[in-house]
């Protein structure tokens, strides 16, 4: 919806104060405090109405929309699995408990990134994830390991894979003793955070079975769009086509593992393709001399 961004008040001088110098703290609050006032100054009640009423219609699509996770109707449509895959907010699902229940039975949930910055309000939605996201800092590389490598859903990843650039969450209500870990760090990233690059165990994707018979699987990858896009030429890439095949190869494991389907084949290298050699046409013979006239 085009509508105007609401005025966002500053952020509040943080309690810690190691995660912020002094000087740096009151310097970006009152930068934040002008910037929040002028825009405050422009706001207006049609503004605000605007705001209000788009919201409330995209809670209606939203809704709608969301009416075919109602239990009852995934299991008449016989659906096996629902991907959460850039999802945010506490989702206006028709009944979340039943939705939760209908996952215990036997069915497969896949949550990709953001999935876990989703239905906070739900505790039992965290639980059956297994992490609730917290915070993320500036995007940066970082090194993963496979725990188990002879795991189905690690099958065709490197035993240690560098992904380049990708935004990378940390979590809490994290319990290792509860999952099945795939990838994990033995360092925090260099995300310019106080706790950044520091020997850690760092979860980064997992599964986990969840009540009689569900299955759960969840990455915290998927931020950038060229882990997604093999596209040599996608503008500003700097994760490489490799990189995405792998990340591809990752994901499909895991949808495999949790709809208990044998692991799938190892997806091919993406090779670009050869390139034809064009035949330089021969040069254009020269015109013939024209006749001498004749003599008189």
């Given at each position: 919806?085009?509508?105007?961004?609401?005025?966002?008040?500053?952020?509040?001088?943080?309690?810690?104060?190691?995660?912020?110098?002094?000087?740096?703290?009151?310097?970006?609050?009152?930068?934040?405090?002008?910037?929040?006032?002028?825009?405050?100054?422009k706001?207006?009640?049609?503004?605000?109405?605007?705001?209000?009423?788009?919201?409330?219609?995209?809670?209606?699509?939203?809704?709608?929309?969301?009416?075919?996770?109602?239990?009852?109707?995934?299991?008449?449509?016989?659906?096996?699995?629902?991907?959460?895959?850039?999802?945010?907010?506490?989702?206006?699902?028709?009944?979340?408990?039943?939705f939760?229940?209908?996952?215990?039975?036997?069915?497969?949930?896949?949550?990709?990134?953001?999935?876990?910055?989703?239905l906070?309000?739900?505790?039992g939605?965290?639980?059956?994830?297994?992490?609730?996201?917290?915070?993320h800092g500036?995007?940066?590389?970082l090194?993963?390991?496979?725990?188990?490598?002879?795991?189905?859903?690690?099958?065709?990843?490197?035993?240690?894979?560098?992904?380049?650039?990708?935004?990378?969450?940390?979590?809490?209500?994290?319990?290792?003793?509860?999952?099945?870990?795939i990838?994990?760090?033995?360092?925090?990233?260099?995300?310019?955070?106080?706790?950044?690059?520091?020997?850690?165990?760092?979860?980064?994707?997992?599964?986990?079975?969840?009540?009689?018979?569900?299955?759960?699987?969840?990455?915290?990858?998927?931020?950038?769009?060229?882990?997604?896009?093999p596209?040599?030429?996608?503008?500003?890439?700097?994760?490489?086509?490799?990189?995405?095949?792998?990340?591809?190869?990752?994901?499909?494991?895991?949808?495999?593992?949790?709809?208990?389907?044998?692991?799938?084949?190892?997806?091919?290298?993406?090779?670009?393709?050869?390139?034809t050699?064009?035949?330089?046409?021969?040069?254009?013979?020269?015109?013939?001399?024209?006749?001498?006239?004749?003599?008189?």
């Amino acid at each position: 919806f085009l509508v105007p961004n609401r005025p966002t008040p500053p952020r509040p001088l943080p309690k810690n104060p190691e995660k912020e110098p002094e000087e740096a703290q009151k310097f970006r609050f009152a930068t934040e405090l002008a910037r929040y006032r002028e825009e405050r100054s422009k706001w207006t009640p049609e503004d605000e109405r605007a705001v209000v009423e788009a919201e409330k219609k995209l809670e209606s699509i939203a809704a709608e929309a969301l009416l075919k996770l109602d239990p009852n109707n995934l299991t008449e449509s016989q659906i096996d699995g629902v991907i959460f895959v850039g999802t945010s907010g506490n989702l206006p699902l028709p009944d979340v408990d039943g939705f939760l229940q209908w996952i215990e039975q036997g069915h497969a949930f896949i949550g990709i990134h953001s999935a876990a910055d989703t239905l906070r309000a739900f505790p039992g939605y965290t639980k059956m994830l297994g992490a609730e996201f917290v915070t993320h800092g500036a995007q940066s590389g970082l090194s993963l390991e496979l725990p188990d490598p002879s795991h189905p859903a690690a099958k065709g990843i490197p035993k240690s894979w560098r992904i380049p650039q990708e935004e990378f969450s940390r979590f809490t209500g994290y319990a290792p003793s509860e999952v099945q870990e795939i990838l994990t760090s033995a360092r925090t990233p260099k995300d310019q955070r106080v706790d950044a690059d520091i020997p850690s165990h760092f979860p980064v994707a997992w599964v986990r079975p969840y009540g009689s018979a569900g299955r759960v699987f969840y990455t915290s990858l998927g931020h950038r769009v060229d882990l997604w896009d093999p596209s040599p030429t996608l503008p500003f890439r700097v994760n490489s086509p490799e990189t995405t095949r792998v990340f591809h190869q990752h994901l499909l494991n895991g949808i495999h593992w949790a709809l208990d389907l044998p692991a799938p084949a190892p997806i091919r290298p993406l090779v670009p393709p050869p390139s034809t050699p064009q035949a330089i046409p021969p040069a254009p013979k020269p015109a013939p001399a024209p006749a001498p006239a004749p003599k008189p």
